[in-house]
């Protein structure tokens, strides 16, 4: 690890108040200089939208007094992180850490994430980013459990770095503490959802639609996320946003484009 | 190409009054049968976002005597997308066309974009899917030149399908058509944006911002999206939901995870 305390930049996409934000601050806080820039609302499933055609708020919360620095903002997950690093913060944070989401963010959950999508921005912008995710809904999950674990994937991330253009999607099982198997690096499981819509009506009568719908996994394979955290383990997958399917290309450049 | 006509499923995120829209609907209806759900107002830069907390209203805006079935929809381009296939569609489409956009999606800019989320969310449900965008976000962008490649690339996908896990993003030069030297298969550019956060002061006196931004290509090569596109060619990348930075895996496994 760097000689100087690292300066950490957190955020999240359940917002600034959810207790996911506030268990990944509390370790955080044990490493390092921290700076939170969080959604002043709920802002999951958010993927990598920007705020374009609005306007932007930032709201000082924390007071002078405090040890840690404390913004919310008004836009999405991706919008926070740059206004972090281009209206807040004098440095580039050594490290940007998003969550710890309440619920999954495993296999194709990546692509809708707002906590996701937060640390690619990072990792976009050439800061090391991991975005950590429990696999719990429930607004009062127990952080306490993955707490020591999120210490450990933070300093070995710290000490080490991560590979160019490579952020880190962490997810842990719901399990005590001791029942937790150990940390696997794996790959994101080829699932999808499959959606149901529940039609309703207004009161006026008008017809509307609840999205809603069932997670497949469709991959059998044990080096998978979904395997890992199925069996105890924390899973952790190196995303990338280079989307280019450098495999395709050979088989793309057969056909007949330009006859 | 399969005997019967191709049932083709359009979508964009510039909404469904866009011309660049109209364009493609023309160019799909020379091909097979058009079915459109588009969203009902812009939704650029809205990435791969859901709606999950909100409700969601379809209007079915064509007549009954017309040649194309249309539907607006008040969610981002994925939802449109979710909705098409499982409320409207009764079979798969046998492809998704996304667009045309009004502006680039070219390299990072692939991320941020509603009309490639739209193209990688019918990707994950097993549909073909291309994504189209002009250089030119002019809302009275000239869309001639480039509707033969439309119809060409999108015949070669018909007949040819495209490899799993891969849709294809598309971007034309803002050129005149005999100024167009061809397609050429390309890897996304390495690129980003550096904000620039235009802040202002509401007549109340509150801060607030504008996100804008540079566009910064990084990468020199000539294999890339944006070399294909200053030299007007027109680029087609493939592009997967797989994020798995496969090729980091062995190195992050020569870290000490379980110590």
Redesign the interface.
Known sequence: MKNHSPLLLVTNDDGITAPGIKALIEVMSEIGTVIVVAPDK?Q??????????N????NKISKEEDLITQYSCSGTP??CV??A???ILKQKPDLCVSGVNHGSNSS?N???SGTM?AA?EAG??GIPAIGFSLLDYDWNADFEPIKKYIK??TL?VLE?G??E??VLNVNFPKRKENEIK??K?C??A?A?WV???D?RETPQG??????SGTFVNQDKGEDTDEWALENDYIS??????????????Q???T????D
């Open positions: 709920p999951s499933a958010m993927g990598h939208a920007i705020t374009i055609n306007t932007l708020y930032l991706v919008d740059k206004m690093v281009n209206e194709i990546v692509i809708y999508s690619v976009i912008e450990k994937i070995e080490n991560l590979p253009g490579v150990g940390i690096i790959r994101q080829k999808l959606e149901k819509f039609k008008r017809d509307y639609y609840w999205l952790v997958v190196p995303v990338q946003f280079d989307l280019t399917a450098h495999h395709a290309m088989q793309l450049n056909l007949k484009w330009n």
